[in-house]
């Protein structure tokens, strides 16, 4: 089996789940251009915990941990299986973080929102991994390194959150009727983008310290997945962008690809 890319992904709505947009259609097309994997660890903004825990059982429950929505999406089911075998595998890499598995948790949004576009034949298993909020960033770099072998193993790895995430900021920039993109969230994603392209994990791990990182993320949830992808990136990979541009004209739907 080849190396397994890793890969980002700025998951924005939940409606992005019903619609056929930009956002979408890239995840269409980055889908078909995969390989297929043994099985999928997904890293998303929605599983926040403390500890570090990854799902369990053979078949995870589709979360809609959302609301305010059409029915329509309540109703999407995204029947992946699960794999004890893998899950055995990530805590036996995780071991100096203690990663345990839980079978209290199934496929959030951040996850299934995505891979109904990738993989929406729902054909290869599906684990989550979640986020210990106690960690500081530079620890989940190294959480993101330590899975990297899952790559030699068949097991595609799949951050997924937002580089740009102040949802309070987006909602009330988009009831105002101003449809303008805000300079605070774009020099924050052009900044990243670059710190990715030199692989700066000095400055990926300090940016949601800085003043501009805390406008740009009042909580850093969805900022660390992509440190994961990072993390897990090979030093000679160069990463390839996706799905630039912002949506609520704040929120970035930036994606990237390594491998």
Same mark, same amino acid.
């Given at each position: 089996?080849?190396?397994?890319?890793?890969?980002?992904?700025?998951?924005?709505?939940?409606?992005?789940?019903?619609?056929?947009?930009a956002?979408?259609?890239?995840?269409?097309?980055?889908?078909?251009?995969?390989?297929?994997?043994?099985a999928? %660890?997904?890293?998303?903004?929605?599983?926040?915990?403390? &500890?570090?825990?990854?799902?369990?059982?053979?078949? $995870?429950?589709?979360?809609?941990?959302?609301? &305010?929505?059409?029915? /329509?999406?309540?109703?999407?089911?995204?029947? *992946?299986?699960?794999?004890?075998?893998?899950? #055995?595998?990530v805590?036996?890499?995780?071991?100096?973080?203690?990663?345990?598995?839980?079978?209290?948790?199934? %496929?959030?949004?951040?996850?299934?929102?995505?891979?109904h576009?990738?993989?929406?034949?729902?054909?290869? $298993?599906?684990?989550?991994?979640?986020?210990?909020?106690?960690?500081? $960033? @530079?620890?989940?770099?190294?959480?993101?390194? *330590?899975?990297?072998?899952?790559?030699?193993?068949g097991?595609?790895?799949? &951050?997924?959150?937002?580089?740009?995430?102040?949802?309070r *900021?987006?909602m009330?920039? *988009?009831?105002?009727?101003?449809?303008?993109?805000?300079e605070?969230?774009? /020099?924050?994603?052009?900044?990243? @983008?670059?710190?990715?392209?030199?692989?700066?994990?000095?400055?990926?791990?300090? @940016?949601?310290?800085?003043? %501009?990182? #805390?406008?740009?993320?009042?909580?850093?949830?969805?900022?660390?997945?992509?440190?994961?992808?990072?993390?897990? @990136?090979?030093?000679?990979?160069?990463?390839?962008?996706?799905?630039? &541009?912002?949506?609520?004209?704040?929120?970035?739907?930036r994606?990237?690809?390594?491998?």
């Amino acid at each position: 089996m080849p190396t397994m890319p890793v890969l980002f992904v700025g998951h924005g709505s939940p409606m992005n789940v019903i619609l056929d947009n930009a956002w979408t259609r890239a995840f269409n097309d980055l889908g078909a251009a995969l390989p297929t994997p043994r099985a999928i %660890l997904a890293v998303s903004a929605h599983w926040y915990t403390r &500890g570090t825990f990854v799902t369990a059982g053979g078949d $995870p429950p589709t979360i809609h941990d959302f609301g &305010g929505f059409p029915r /329509k999406l309540f109703e999407i089911q995204y029947p *992946a299986r699960g794999s004890d075998e893998v899950a #055995r595998r990530v805590c036996e890499l995780l071991t100096a973080v203690k990663a345990a598995p839980r079978a209290d948790w199934g %496929l959030d949004h951040g996850t299934w929102s995505v891979l109904h576009h990738m993989r929406p034949a729902a054909d290869v $298993p599906v684990l989550q991994l979640s986020i210990d909020h106690q960690r500081p $960033p @530079a620890e989940h770099l190294e959480i993101g390194r *330590a899975l990297a072998p899952l790559r030699e193993e068949g097991v595609l790895i799949l &951050g997924s959150g937002n580089i740009t995430h102040n949802l309070r *900021a987006a909602m009330q920039h *988009a009831q105002s009727g101003d449809t303008s993109l805000q300079e605070w969230a774009l /020099k924050f994603d052009a900044d990243i @983008a670059h710190a990715v392209e030199q692989r700066d994990h000095d400055f990926l791990a300090r @940016a949601p310290e800085t003043a %501009l990182g #805390r406008q740009n993320h009042p909580s850093i949830d969805h900022y660390l997945p992509l440190l994961y992808t990072v993390g897990a @990136a090979g030093e000679a990979e160069s990463p390839r962008f996706f799905n630039p &541009g912002f949506d609520l004209g704040s929120i970035s739907m930036r994606g990237v690809l390594f491998g």
